[in-house]
């Protein structure tokens, strides 16, 4: 008797506690799931960097923001990176520019560092792993303007040049691209190119003839902020 009462208690015991541990994993579950916020990854050269940190408080609480510490270079580095600064993240929407390493044009030869025709092979090939392996959206963002004299005295001792015309014809290669696999644009170099009223353009562009100044980087942060929301939507 004492023994069949000792097992009904452990029975009594069991039950009491089984329903818990049942409903805790779902319930868990549950809040993790309204609690998930989007996650945007924002892929980009040092022209990203500058303007992450910003980005990041303007979207502060609405999204969850990735933004690989590393320069994304040219199109080919990104390309070369992108399972590790993408694929890996599955995020619900990529923020994406390569195009100023690109159009690096060496004086010994004439070229550039990525040739006109495998930028734009490189672009699709982006965007082609993105959607394959992930459900994210897709925006591209054009790369900003340079400031020649600027820029080519700050580099006179390299083997390089930087120059605006070049970034013109690669975004507009970059532009074409995205037309056809119907990928909105960012149309950051315009932003710069044509700011407010009341700003210049060299006020946005420091010495170097490339980064942005503290209001540049402002300015090119809350349009980034502004499209990740539309688009979201």
């Given at each position: 008797?004492?023994?069949?009462?000792?097992?009904?208690?452990?029975?009594?015991?069991?039950?009491?506690?089984a329903?818990?541990?049942?409903?805790?994993?779902?319930?868990?579950?549950?809040?993790?799931?309204?609690q998930?916020?989007?996650?945007?990854?924002?892929?980009?050269?040092?022209?990203?960097?500058?303007?992450?940190?910003?980005?990041?408080?303007?979207?502060?609480?609405?999204?969850?923001?990735?933004?690989p510490?590393?320069?994304?270079?040219?199109?080919?580095?990104?390309?070369?990176?992108?399972?590790?600064w993408?694929?890996?993240?599955?995020?619900?929407?990529?923020?994406?520019?390569?195009?100023?390493?690109?159009?690096?044009?060496?004086?010994?030869?004439?070229?550039?560092?990525?040739?006109?025709?495998?930028?734009?092979?490189?672009?699709?090939?982006?965007?082609?792993?993105?959607?394959?392996?992930?459900?994210?959206?897709?925006?591209?963002?054009?790369?900003?303007?340079?400031?020649?004299?600027?820029?080519?005295?700050?580099?006179?001792?390299?083997?390089?040049?930087?120059?605006?015309?070049?970034?013109?014809?690669?975004?507009?290669?970059?532009?074409?691209?995205?037309?056809?696999?119907?990928?909105?644009?960012?149309?950051?170099?315009?932003?710069?190119?044509?700011?407010?009223?009341?700003?210049?353009?060299?006020?946005?562009?420091?010495?170097?003839?490339?980064?942005?100044?503290?209001?540049?980087?402002?300015?090119?942060?809350?349009?980034?902020a502004?499209?990740?929301?539309?688009?979201?939507?």
């Amino acid at each position: 008797m004492r023994v069949m009462t000792q097992m009904l208690g452990v029975l009594v015991l069991i039950s009491a506690i089984a329903p818990c541990a049942a409903q805790s994993p779902v319930a868990e579950t549950a809040t993790e799931t309204a609690q998930r916020l989007p996650k945007v990854v924002l892929v980009g050269d040092s022209i990203r960097l500058s303007y992450t940190d910003e980005v990041r408080e303007l979207l502060k609480g609405e999204v969850e923001l990735v933004s690989p510490a590393a320069n994304g270079g040219d199109s080919a580095n990104v390309l070369r990176h992108l399972q590790r600064w993408v694929i890996e993240q599955q995020p619900d929407l990529v923020h994406l520019n390569c195009g100023i390493h690109d159009t690096k044009k060496f004086h010994a030869t004439g070229e550039h560092q990525v040739s006109p025709e495998q930028y734009a092979n490189n672009l699709r090939q982006i965007v082609k792993m993105i959607r394959e392996e992930t459900d994210a959206q897709v925006v591209f963002a054009t790369s900003t303007p340079i400031l020649d004299e600027r820029a080519a005295q700050v580099r006179k001792e390299r083997d390089y040049a930087l120059l605006n015309a070049s970034i013109q014809q690669y975004n507009q290669i970059a532009v074409d691209v995205m037309r056809e696999l119907k990928v909105p644009v960012n149309d950051l170099h315009r932003l710069l190119a044509v700011p407010p009223e009341g700003i210049q353009l060299p006020e946005l562009i420091v010495t170097d003839g490339v980064h942005l100044t503290a209001a540049g980087q402002q300015l090119l942060a809350e349009q980034v902020a502004r499209v990740v929301r539309e688009q979201l939507k």
